[in-house]
């Protein structure tokens, strides 16, 4: 699985951005998708994911600010990000997890950079 992430780029703080994240297959039977992202000198950290059966998690950070989304006859999930603050600047990366009994895959975007000034 290869992704092309788009969307990134610099905004105020209270700004909005959009995230996408085009796979290069099908992502109607990918058991989850997920929006990661990694500030200088922090972990990786998950944002937001999405299963195949549509439930929803996300970072107690982002509740109520971002929305995670997917459009399975597009093969794309999006990141909607309202209120942006300065602590969510990071390179946002997507991932796809595919996992079963005893098994687990998953593959990750180039990632793309989210800046939001103060």
């Known amino acids: 699985v290869q992704f092309d992430e788009s969307g990134g780029g610099l905004v105020q703080a209270w700004g909005s951005l959009s995230l996408s994240c085009a796979a290069s297959?099908?992502?109607?039977?990918?058991?989850?998708l997920g929006w990661y992202r990694q500030a200088p000198g922090k972990q990786r950290e998950l944002v937001a994911a999405i299963t195949s059966g549509g439930s929803t998690n996300y970072a107690d950070s982002v509740k109520g600010r971002f929305t995670i989304s997917r459009d399975n006859a597009k093969n794309t999930v999006y990141l909607q990000m309202n209120s942006l603050k300065p602590e969510d600047t990071a390179v946002y990366y997507c991932?796809?997890?595919?996992?079963?009994?005893?098994?687990?895959?998953?593959?990750w975007g180039q990632g793309t950079q989210v800046t939001v000034s103060s």
């Open positions: 991932n796809a997890a595919q996992y079963g009994s005893g098994w687990y895959r998953d593959y």
């Open positions: 297959v099908s992502i109607f039977s990918i058991n989850a």
